[in-house]
């Protein structure tokens, strides 16, 4: 039973808006013509709702050419590209099969009005999320610092290795220098008194 589970949420989409009887939306669907493919967007009414999960289907109505076209779809489908909410209407009833027998401006349902409760709602959902994209931008920008503050602290701790040992090489080239010098400067005395 988890298999299956499994499989179905894998297939399930996430990023679908909240849909309602009522609502006007359009549904971009994939329609495949011979050898081509093409995204159709169908713009009406949802009528109803039917089933659950990954068997949610719409029926959405709009009238064509002054013939009602009802068309359902498979919400969950790979054949749906997306589905948007173009506006909220104001329904009562889980079916709307009454639209049927409504022409021209009786057709349309009135448009749903957030209350200030709603909308007060929304802003605080609306600022939270800045919030933690803020906070999370934060800590980002916090992590990227620290592995700076490593990787100088790393480099400064081979130049802190190299360093003494740059210093006895210079100590014994020091070293070595003094002693080099004496002997070159007698011969090259000798030389200049040979010459004279």
Do not use: C, W
């Not at 849909?19 to 995204?39: F, H, M, P, Y």
């Not at 916090?142 to 360093?163: I, R, S, Y």
């Not at 040992?165 to 004496?182: H, I, L």
Request: avoid cysteine.
């Amino acid at each position: 039973m988890d298999q299956i589970r499994t499989l179905t949420d894998a297939q399930m989409k996430s990023d679908l808006p909240e849909i309602k009887t009522g609502d006007t939306v359009k549904v971009s669907a994939k329609v495949v013509e011979g050898n081509r493919e093409r995204i159709q967007v169908f713009e009406g009414t949802v009528m109803r709702l039917r089933g659950g999960g990954l068997g949610l289907s719409i029926t959405v109505r709009r009238i064509a050419s002054g013939v009602g076209v009802e068309r359902t779809f498979k919400v969950h489908s790979p054949r749906i590209e997306k589905i948007e909410v173009v506006r909220h209407g104001v329904s009562n009833r889980a079916q709307l099969y009454f639209l049927r027998d409504r022409v021209g401006k009786q057709s349309s349902l009135r448009e749903r009005r957030d209350s200030a409760t709603d909308i007060a709602k929304s802003e605080v959902k609306a600022a939270a999320k800045r919030a933690m994209k803020e906070e999370a931008d934060a800590l980002t920008a916090a992590a990227a610092l620290a592995a700076q503050d490593a990787a100088a602290a790393a480099t400064a701790a081979e130049v802190g290795a190299e360093a003494p040992v740059a210093e006895a090489v210079e100590t014994v080239a020091e070293d070595a220098a003094p002693q080099s010098a004496p002997e070159e400067a007698p011969s090259a005395e000798a030389s200049e008194k040979a010459s004279e």
